[in-house]
């Protein structure tokens, strides 16, 4: 039986500044994680005219994300900057919040620090940046639960960028999550970098 490709080590995963634009596996704080869930209440707001706007209200949460959107995707052709405003991004929740939800078991912790080997989920060691005041303790990116937002919602967030090889297995996990085919040599994916 074939060994379980196991994931990069906790050293090769982040990088800070290595561009300036936005890239696929960017980390940000205090993203609005909008998951729909049934309203609390439904407000119409009307005009003289009688007609009405309606504006959904419910539990907002706020937290930190990780961006999805393909790199060549956010990229203007032809010209600098962005091509257009939409990002995508998936929640980042810590191990131990997963565990006491009964999310992950926590006889599973040691495979998925080894192999990160659970489909709707990517493994993040922990990451701590103190001139930035930001700390994240082992995390998992849900890769089921995307949330789109609009690019100003994330200026000024950014914590860490994903280096060459928590680049490839992201990929590698992305392409897992939506193909379900789960490719053992990382070096396959030449992720953009810039």
Request: net charge negative.
């Amino acid at each position: 039986m074939p060994s379980r490709p196991e994931r990069p080590s906790d050293a090769e995963y982040y990088e800070r500044d290595r561009v300036q634009l936005f890239s696929q596996g960017d980390l940000f704080r205090d993203v609005p994680l909008a998951y729909p869930l049934p309203a609390e209440e439904l407000l119409v707001d009307q005009d003289e005219a009688g007609a009405g706007r309606r504006f959904v209200s419910g539990p907002l949460t706020f937290g930190p994300a990780m961006l999805i959107t393909p790199s060549c995707s956010l990229g203007a052709q032809g010209t600098a900057g962005y091509g257009h405003p939409v990002r995508t991004l998936v929640p980042v929740v810590p191990l131990a919040e997963l565990v006491e939800r009964s999310v992950i078991k926590e006889i599973a912790l040691s495979d998925l620090r080894r192999f990160d080997h659970l489909i709707n989920y990517m493994y993040l060691p922990p990451l701590e940046i103190e001139d930035l005041e930001f700390s994240m303790p082992e995390s998992a990116a849900f890769l089921y639960m995307p949330v789109t937002l609009h690019h100003a919602f994330l200026e000024g967030n950014r914590v860490s960028q994903l280096a060459y090889r928590g680049a490839q297995q992201l990929q590698r996990k992305l392409v897992w999550f939506y193909s379900g085919w789960l490719e053992d040599d990382l070096d396959i994916f030449e992720p953009p970098m810039d």
